[in-house]
């Protein structure tokens, strides 16, 4: 069959047409059905009055760059898109940094600013201003407040335009349409993960480094909890502002009624806190060099020790009267004006045998004990005079004469009942001197000790007061001699005292 079929007027053949009228003219417009263009092809090209003509579109060449089945996959997938930006019912991350998706991030930076927000109302006074702390009342403030907005406040910008500010409604966008909730999910290539950032994506190390929006938020939450952290501190006792002190002046035009508060002033200063003040620890500055207050008296104090010194050679430092021909009486100077008084006993051995004139008397007859008369001096290497000195025995019969051998190291001890042969020549050295004590006594019946006492003047030889100067210790040690012999108890004792004015 030849393609094309004449069509001769009158004959009968009836052409689908659709009469219409163009520009006026009544006309009849072919209805044509769209076949496929192959040769001898019969195909109808589908398509209804409903939905229109089908196309084919994987027949089109895609324009470059297009995203094609293969590039999708390596986008952002819708599950992955909704793990990053939270489940509807996500929570909060429990710190600023710890993983978690938007939803969830944006959950933590409300968390923030709420707090934030707790911390504010105590810190505005009545009328909405922030307190000034001193006293935790709002700051009052009379007369005219003169505010200096600067140069480059654009005033301009800020003028009002048929109830809208003119700079800004230029700046709007049309506003366009969220995609309802029954729409066919769509990729947005805009939302890549580098974009969003990955769920574990950690906080930019500064404000302005690179970061996708998961990491920003950690950082925008992280600044938000060190205003946080640092509020308390900078919040007085009655919840306003502290001002500090050290900066600048605030610059207020008007009369200002200031609080003096109802607190008291501190009375004391942590060590090292004032500057003017110094610490305990500074060091003396020199003569005329600035300085803290304590390394100012620091240096006065040195000053006073090495400047009030006695000149070497003689110094009249005053005058004292002695009478010197009268015996007991101040034949001596006493210096210092501190009396000791030291005893010290003796237990002789458990034997009856007779002392001869000249015996030593001591605690045991083979490796005796020196007598020790301990602090009789108040320092080590300490002086004083002994001027008076006491012996006691338990033997109330006893009526011998004692004499006393002193020294300020032990010297050569002296076995019971052996001649008394101090001093000895080797001992010299420390050998201080001797008190002879006068005849022993009982006061009357029943007294239970025979005693002695010398002080200057009682005998010529008593050799009181008697000057001593101790050693290596503030101690003085002795020998004992019975002078003229006697006839002991078993385990007698005796006790000395000796009393001294030392230096």
């Known amino acids: ?9 009158g004959s009968g053949t009836t052409i689908g047409t659709d009469e219409v009228t163009i520009g006026g003219i009544l006309q009849h417009v072919q209805r044509i059905k769209l076949v496929d263009g192959a040769d001898g092809g019969t195909g109808l090209i589908g398509g209804d009055a409903t939905n229109g003509l089908d196309v084919d579109v994987t027949r089109s060449a895609l324009p470059t760059g297009a995203s094609t089945e293969t590039t999708l996959g390596t986008r952002l997938s819708e599950s992955d898109f909704d793990t990053k930006t939270g489940a509807l019912t996500e929570t909060a991350p429990a710190t600023d940094t710890a993983s978690s998706g938007l939803n969830g991030r944006l959950q933590r930076v409300a968390q923030r600013l709420t707090s934030l927000l707790a911390l504010l109302p105590t ?3 009545a009328g909405g201003g ?16 003169t505010v200096n907005a600067g140069t480059n406040l654009n005033t301009s910008a800020l003028a009002l335009e048929a109830g809208h500010l003119a700079t800004i409604d230029t700046k709007t966008p049309s506003l366009g349409q969220a995609l309802a909730a029954s729409s066919v999910p769509i990729t947005l290539t805009a939302l890549e993960e580098g974009l969003i950032g990955a769920l574990t994506e950690t906080a930019p190390a500064t404000d302005t480094a690179s970061s996708g929006l998961n990491g920003r938020l950690q950082r925008i939450a992280q600044r938000l909890t060190s205003i946080i952290a640092l509020l308390p501190a900078a919040l007085g006792t009655g919840g306003g502002l502290k001002v500090d002190g050290s900066g600048t002046a605030l610059p207020v035009s ?3 009624t200031a609080n003096a508060g109802t607190g008291t002033l501190a009375t004391s200063v942590a060590d090292g806190s004032n500057v003017s003040i110094g610490a305990l620890a500074d060091a003396a500055v020199t003569a005329g060099a600035t300085g803290s207050l304590s390394a100012k008296l620091r240096s006065i104090s040195r000053d006073i020790v090495a400047n009030i010194v006695l000149a070497t050679g003689t110094n009249i430092i005053g005058k004292v009267g002695i009478d010197q021909t009268t015996v007991g009486t101040t034949n001596r100077i006493v210096a210092g004006g501190v009396s000791t008084r030291v005893l010290t006993a003796l237990t002789r051995p458990a034997d009856t045998t007779a002392y001869t004139a000249k015996d030593a008397i001591a605690n045991a007859t083979t490796s005796p004990a020196t007598l020790s008369f301990t602090g009789v001096a108040r320092t080590t290497g300490g002086s004083g005079y002994i001027v008076k000195a006491m012996i006691l025995t338990s033997l109330t019969t006893c009526v011998e004469t004692f004499k006393l051998h002193l020294y300020n190291a032990a010297p050569t001890a002296l076995n019971d009942n052996a001649a008394c042969t101090a001093p000895l020549y080797a001992d010299a050295a420390s050998y201080v001197g001797t008190i002879l004590f006068p005849a022993c006594a009982t006061e009357g019946t029943g007294s239970t000790a025979a005693y002695a006492v010398a002080v200057p003047g009682t005998t010529a030889t008593a050799n009181l007061p008697l000057k001593f100067v101790t050693n290596a210790d503030a101690n003085l040690y002795g020998l004992l001699e019975a002078v003229i012999g006697f006839t002991p108890a078993s385990a007698q004792t005796f006790s000395i005292i000796l009393s001294s004015e030392v230096d």
Request: hydrophobic share 45%.
């Open 254 to 256: 008007g009369t200002v």
């Open 1 to 9: 069959m030849a393609d094309n079929v004449p069509i001769t007027a």
């Open 123 to 125: 810190a505005l006074g």
């Open 130 to 145: 922030l307190k000034v702390d001193g006293s935790g009342t709002a700051l009052p403030v009379s007369g005219t407040l």
